[in-house]
């Protein structure tokens, strides 16, 4: 019997069409998502259950990744993630195209979503990558409240008054955690990374109605809990942009993200990680060589890279923006 190895590991794109969703996964990125009428996300690596990422190349292919987890266990996701999360992989990686706006929601945190859905809460960041002009975003409150002074706004129709409106351009970095009301605004296309969850609760969808007419499920009694009601003074995440070097974009307590931004190749030392590492493309292209296999990585591309794989070498004759993520 032919022993099974571990690569760097490619999925196909499962393509999700939405009411707000758009073109632009096709014109941009190059994915064909046909017979859909538009794309509003691709889930490019997934484990949340009725949406497993399958490999799609090698001879792992047709693998999904909780039967890989469960054959490789730390070799693929490190002892500590494993520990604490078996066969469930913990992250989601996503590109978002919002032709319209998204609705105004909420994301519940760990405590609340495993209370309610047996599910993990949904901390994600957003990496903007290509914005039309004049593309805002919702990040927050724009002051502090509370959920009786928040009611009051939602039932009278003005809940977008005490919304924090973030004009948006390509390079902008979000970190949203669990509690922070947020929507993705017209105009944009992103790399979104979060947490495991497809837990989301609709507070407010301009009305909106689908072909049939219908408007979509709100859940504001659900939401009154999940939101945090406090101002921050910088919803924008804050980041030194540099070229040929690791910018650290998002350190937090699910997950990390480095910009690496290089003109030229580049070796990555992974040996204190216990983690997996996912390369998230959003610009360029370059060649993955690690655990003796090459494999190509461009724009709307993520490959995982084995806990067991300690060094990473990134080739490229055109230079690459990548999105480098692992658990910390």
């Known amino acids: 019997m032919t022993k099974k190895f571990l690569y760097p590991l490619k999925f196909d794109t499962i393509f999700k069409d939405k009411i707000w969703g758009g073109q632009k996964i096709n014109t941009i990125l190059g994915k064909d998502f046909s017979p859909l009428p538009n794309c509003g996300e691709t889930w490019e690596i997934s484990g949340v259950p009725g949406n497993l990422s399958k490999i799609s190349e090698g001879p792992l292919k047709g693998w999904t990744l909780p039967e890989l987890i469960e054959e490789f266990k730390e070799e693929l996701v490190g002892k500590k993630v494993f520990e604490q999360y078996g066969t469930e992989f913990p992250l989601l990686v996503k590109f978002i195209d919002a032709a319209q706006d998204l609705s105004i929601q909420v994301h519940p945190n760990d405590k609340l979503a495993k209370a309610r859905h047996n599910s993990l809460g949904k901390s994600e960041m957003w990496y903007i990558f290509q914005a039309d002009e004049d593309a805002k975003l919702i990040s927050g409150f724009n002051k502090d409240t509370n959920q009786q002074e928040y009611l009051e706004y939602l039932e009278s129709g003005r809940l977008t008054e005490i919304l924090n409106e973030e004009e948006v351009n390509a390079g902008d970095c979000f970190y949203l955690p669990a509690g922070r009301v947020h929507t993705i605004g017209k105009g944009l296309l992103l790399a979104e990374i979060q947490q495991s969850s497809d837990v989301t609760y609709r507070i407010y969808d301009f009305d909106r109605t ?49 910009l690496l931004e290089f003109t030229t190749g580049i070796i990555r030392e992974h040996y204190r990680k216990d983690s997996f590492v996912i390369y998230t493309c959003v610009q360029g292209e370059a060649q993955i060589e690690c655990m003796g296999q090459t494999t190509k990585i461009s724009m709307g591309n993520a490959v995982l890279i084995p806990q067991k794989a300690p060094e990473i070498h990134l080739r490229t004759n055109s230079g690459f923006k990548m999105l480098e993520t692992f658990m910390p």
Do not use: C
Request: hydrophobic share 25%.
């Open 210 to 258: 689908d072909d049939q007419g219908n408007k979509r499920e709100l859940h504001n009694e659900q939401a009154l809990d999940a939101l945090d009601y406090k101002h921050y003074s910088e919803y924008k995440t804050p980041y030194k942009k540099a070229l040929n070097e690791a910018v650290p974009l998002v350190k937090s307590q699910y997950f990390q993200t480095n």
